[in-house]
């Protein structure tokens, strides 16, 4: 498939020359791994005794795109592909003229992605060559440590776009070889079938001639002769069959492995699209198209079902405990899958005030194959963290009632034209909530829930409904505005330190520096949405801050920082806490400064002593823009004063607050402090005071 993926990139006008109407790229989009697999350069196209090989090719092909036909919902498309399979019945009748076409097809991709080269025709037109990357001058880095060893900011630990690219294409792969071995199990099962009626025939007619000769004293040569050959016919078909039906049972078994594995990866991914979602609260990059997925999620249950009933056929030529043995295990995969399929699309809030309204959306990727009839009802509730733990345990039921929702039950719809089933709540509140007994210091903020959703849904083809249900991620209650500062400070340590298997919602109680600089980075660029994000000085700071130690030269890279730390711990001096400061400077940037930011005008986070260096030689009227240590959401002015006898003084005063009732801009309060200690009027401060270098 490698192969296929460069050849998309080449342009439209020549992908359509490429393909004849009795090859169209629809098959070669299809099954591109397939083809590629294929030993094509090995048929001799002069030797007649290879058309049975190619013939054999022919059906496969035909066969996968019927089956894709079948399983289409898309009408166009659907009689689209059955004109394909049409057309290419041209090579029933020569089928060594497909192989022909299907390597002459690949040797003009081969062609078109690797053009010969030429050397070029005058000196006159040769380019400088490019500087190697070793000469290359070098960048200005925000990720290079401090002398004190503070990290850089990170990227949110996930897979590259490409490795996830490359695995996505693997489980493809694995699933249209899948999809082969259940066309050839029916391959297989119509053989025998055929192989059956053939020996019914024979049998009877061998009867009939084993009459004739009985009543004809057995004389005839010729009838004793065909009577021979008859018997002869039918120990073959006899074998021809057991070999076939023993190679169908083992491709049942195969199938059903490959069906165990496949699905595995499934769930790997819903997983793995699960955590990207928990890890956008904190500005992780996240994909929610679920239509792949989707698809996925379809055609395993499509292929469960041609199993089992694959199975139950074989049944009359199997042992019954084997056969047992077989649907045992695609049940077990058929109820994993359903209530697999139940996701949180869009996640509720995870601070919720009672009595505000909010919205979530759950979503069924086997939408399609819900029974017509009675309507599916997701009924929403929520529990507690030890409730959370106890889901799926045997026994375990939720008896006590710990909140009121209101607007908690939604009927799943199906959307044709987004091909999606969802349940959308759209005005829920919680009306009141129970607190469970809080262990020592723990507040209010500290206390996590979840939203559970459960329905009961019948699949086409299955006997009795399902029980799914599926958690939201953790939210946090809150009564009173002033406590969603807390609260959200406990989602953010939740989403950016919880593992992916954890016991829900087990969290650990220190993590290193390093992953908070990573989490502190994602927040600050999602929440004030600029592409300028943390530096190593930035992030220094804020391990000085947090671990209140302001000598610039400790090394924080190896140290551990704990909840306390975060936001139960107010800092030294102060009556707020490190994240409770930290959210007054992303709220103060993305309202009032995130172009001064964005631009690099502001140096923001940086202590009184690094501070005194870098403006100590400074002339009069330098200044440096930072946050304020004493109030929340406030930017502080650090500028040189002229003194009559002394060298320049530093001077730090506020600038701008989040608590102002009245906001200047940033530019009015730096001319005004300016003028201010220089006894200038404000009209004759310069406008281009702020781009000073520091």
């Known amino acids: 498939m490698a192969q296929w993926k460069q050849v998309q990139l080449l342009p439209t006008q020549t992908l359509s020359e490429l393909y004849p109407p009795s090859f169209p790229i629809d098959v070669r989009h299809y099954m591109a791994s397939w083809i590629e697999e294929q030993r094509w350069e090995e ?181 004793t002769e065909s009577c021979t050959n008859l018997q002869n016919r039918i120990q073959q078909l006899e074998f021809n069959g057991q070999a076939f039906t023993k190679q169908r049972l083992q491709l049942l078994q195969d199938a059903l492995c490959s069906l165990e594995q496949v699905q595995a990866q499934l769930l790997r991914w819903l997983q793995a699209w699960r955590r990207e979602q928990h890890l ?114 045997p026994g375990s039921l939720l008896t006590e009632n710990v909140g009121e929702l209101i607007n908690n039950s939604a009927i799943l719809d199906h959307n044709a034209s987004t091909k999606s089933t969802c349940a959308t709540f759209r005005n829920m509140s919680i009306k009141k909530i129970k607190r469970a007994d809080r262990k020592g210091s723990e507040s209010v903020t500290e206390e996590k829930f979840a939203l559970l959703f459960s329905s009961e849904i019948s699949i086409m083809g299955c006997d009795s409904p399902y029980s799914v249900q599926v958690i939201s991620l953790p939210i946090v209650v809150i009564v009173h505005g002033s406590q969603d500062n807390n609260a959200l400070a406990t989602i953010i340590w939740d989403c950016a330190f919880s593992e992916p298997d954890r016991v829900p919602f087990v969290v650990p109680e220190r993590v290193p520096w390093k992953q ?85 005008l502001i140096f923001g986070f940086i202590g009184k002593q690094h501070l005194h260096l870098i403006l100590q030689d400074r002339p009069s009227g330098t200044f440096l823009l930072r946050f304020s240590d004493s109030e929340i959401g406030g930017i502080t002015i650090a500028y040189i004063t002229p003194t009559e006898s002394e060298p320049p003084w530093l001077t730090d005063c506020l600038g701008l607050s989040l608590s102002d009732s009245v906001y200047l801009s940033l530019f009015e309060c730096v001319c005004l402090s300016v003028s201010m200690s220089l006894c200038l009027p404000l009209s004759l401060c310069p406008p281009a005071c702020l781009a000073v270098s520091i």
């Open 280 to 393: 956008a609260s904190i500005g992780a990059t996240f994909d929610d198209n679920l239509g792949p997925l989707q698809s996925w999620c379809e055609q395993l249950l499509g292929v469960n079902v041609q199993l089992s009933q694959e199975v139950i056929i074989a049944g009359r030529d199997c042992s019954l405990e084997l056969v047992r043995e077989l649907q045992d295990k695609l049940t077990l995969l058929l109820k994993t899958l359903i209530q697999n399929s139940l996701l949180v699309d869009k996640q509720p809030p995870q601070v919720i005030k009672t009595q505000s309204k909010f919205s979530t959306t759950v979503r069924y990727l086997l939408g399609e194959k819900v029974a017509s009839g009675k309507p599916a009802v997701v009924k929403a509730q929520i529990i507690t963290e030890s409730q959370a733990r106890n889901l799926g345990q």
């Open 516 to 600: 908070m600089c990573v989490t502190l980075n994602s927040k600050f660029m999602s929440e004030v949405q600029t592409q300028r994000g943390l530096d190593s000085y930035n992030l220094h700071f804020l391990a000085q801050k947090i671990f209140n130690k302001p000598d610039i030269n400790v090394d924080f890279s190896c140290q551990l920082v704990s909840w306390a730390q975060f936001n139960k711990e107010v800092l030294p001096g102060r009556a707020f806490t490190f994240w409770q400061w930290f959210d007054g400077v992303m709220e103060l940037t993305k309202k009032h400064l995130k172009s001064y930011w964005t631009d690099g």
């Open 43 to 223: 048929f001799d196209l002069d030797d007649p005794s290879v058309e049975p090989v190619a013939l054999e090719l022919l059906e496969q092909i035909t066969a996968y795109m019927q089956h894709l036909a079948h399983n289409n919902l898309d009408v166009v498309e659907k009689m689209r592909l059955q004109q394909v399979v049409r057309n290419m019945g041209v090579f029933r009748t020569q089928p060594l003229q497909l192989v022909r076409t299907v390597k002459d097809i690949l040797r003009k991709e081969r062609t078109l992605l690797n053009p010969p080269m030429f050397m070029p025709a005058s000196p006159a037109h040769h380019f400088p060559p490019c500087s190697s990357p070793a000469r290359a001058s070098p960048c200005p880095s925000t990720s290079s440590p401090l002398p004190g060893g503070t990290p850089g900011p990170a990227t949110t630990a996930a897979p590259p776009q490409s490795s996830k690219g490359a695995l996505r294409d693997d489980s493809k792969r694995e699933l249209d070889r899948l999809l082969m071995r259940v066309l050839d199990i029916q391959k297989c099962r119509q053989k025998i079938h055929q192989l059956q009626e053939e020996l019914n025939w024979d049998r009877q007619n061998c009867e009939t001639l084993q009459t004739q000769q009985s009543s004809g004293g057995g004389s005839d040569p010729k009838l």
